[in-house]
C-alpha cells in the first residue's frame, strides 16, 4: 500500500504509553483494528467471558472480532500497542499472517514471553513507535516490516497443537467466511458495489447451506453472520464518511444499497445518528 499519510494513518497506529489516573474503561467491547499489546503491568484482562490474571508482560494478539476489557490492580498503565486494520499489510503477509486466523484469533491470544523473547518484543515495539512518529516518508512501509516481525514472533511462541486445533472444519468454515468477507474491502471507488451482501451469498460462495454456515459462525465466534457481515459494513461507512468525500448515496450504492434512505435508517440503527451527523 502507497505511503500516504492520510491513508496510512488511517489503517495503522502504534503507541508507547504511560498513563497516570486515565478513567479505566471497563466494558468489554470489539474494535474496527487488529491490535498487537505487549501490556506490561499486573491487571486483570478480561477476553468474551474468560479473564486472566495478568502478572508478569503479557503479549496479546487480538482480532476486530475480539471482545476484550482491561483492569490495571493499579491506575498506572504502561506498556505498547500497535493497531492496524487488514489493508495495511501487504497481500502476502494479510493472507499468510492474519486472515488464516491461528494467531488472530476471534477470541484473542495471550502469551507469557520469556525474557530474550520479551526483549525482541520490546525492541520491535520501540523501532515502531519510532518510525509512526517520525517524518521518513517511507515510515509506514517500515512499520509494516516491523509488526510482521512481531506478528512472526507470535507465532513462535504458538504451541504445536494450538496450528492444530484451528485446522477444526468449523474453524476452517469460519476463516473460509471472514477471510470472503475481508476480501471485498476497502471500497475504493462509488463504482465498486459490494457483491456479497446477506448470508445467502456468501453461503452460496462457499458452497454450503446457509443454515450451516449460522450455526458455525455462531458456535465460532459467538456472533451471527448477519450480525458480522453489518458490524463490517457499518465499520466501512464510517471509514467512508471520516476520510472519503464521497456522498451519502454515493457510500449507500458503494455499500449495495438500493436507495440512500435505506443505507440511513441502518447507519441509525446502528449508531443512533444519521450518517451526515458523524461526518460533521
Not at 467491547?29 to 484482562?45: M, N, P, T
Not at 515510515?139 to 506478528?151: D, G
Amino acid at each position: 500500500m502507497p505511503d500516504s499519510h492520510n491513508v496510512s494513518a488511517a489503517s495503522f497506529k502504534a503507541a508507547h504509553y504511560q498513563l497516570n489516573n486515565k478513567p479505566v474503561d471497563l466494558t468489554p467491547a470489539r474494535r474496527d483494528f487488529y491490535k498487537i499489546w505487549l501490556i506490561q503491568q499486573e491487571g486483570f484482562l478480561t477476553l468474551e467471558r474468560d479473564t486472566i490474571h495478568i502478572r508478569e508482560s503479557a503479549l496479546v494478539f487480538l482480532h476486530p472480532l475480539a471482545r476484550y476489557s482491561f483492569r490495571p490492580v493499579v491506575k498506572k498503565r504502561s506498556g505498547y500497542w500497535c493497531i492496524f486494520t487488514g489493508e495495511f499489510l501487504d497481500d502476502a503477509s494479510r493472507t499468510s499472517l492474519v486472515q488464516d486466523a491461528t494467531l488472530f484469533q476471534t477470541a484473542g491470544q495471550v502469551f507469557f514471553p520469556d525474557e530474550q523473547t520479551l526483549g525482541i518484543v520490546r525492541f520491535y515495539f520501540e523501532q515502531i513507535v519510532r518510525e509512526y512518529g517520525s517524518s521518513y516518508p517511507f515510515r509506514f512501509s517500515s512499520a509494516r516490516n516491523l509488526v510482521e516481525l512481531l506478528i512472526h514472533e507470535g507465532r513462535k511462541l504458538q504451541p504445536v497443537v494450538a496450528h492444530k486445533q484451528q485446522q477444526n472444519a468449523a474453524a476452517r468454515l469460519t476463516t473460509r467466511f471472514l477471510n470472503l468477507l475481508e476480501e471485498q474491502y476497502p471500497i475504493a471507488s462509488p463504482q465498486d458495489s459490494l457483491k456479497l451482501k446477506k448470508p445467502g451469498d456468501f453461503a452460496n460462495e462457499l458452497a454450503v447451506h446457509v443454515n450451516h454456515l449460522n450455526a458455525v459462525v455462531q458456535q465460532v465466534t459467538g456472533r451471527s453472520t448477519r450480525q458480522i457481515i453489518a458490524a463490517r459494513m457499518l465499520s466501512e461507512s464510517k471509514a467512508l464518511l471520516y476520510y472519503s468525500d464521497w456522498s451519502v448515496a454515493d457510500i449507500a450504492y458503494s455499500l449495495g444499497f438500493e436507495y440512500p434512505n435505506h443505507f440511513t435508517t441502518f447507519f441509525r440503527k446502528n449508531t443512533g445518528h444519521p450518517p451526515l451527523a458523524l461526518r460533521k
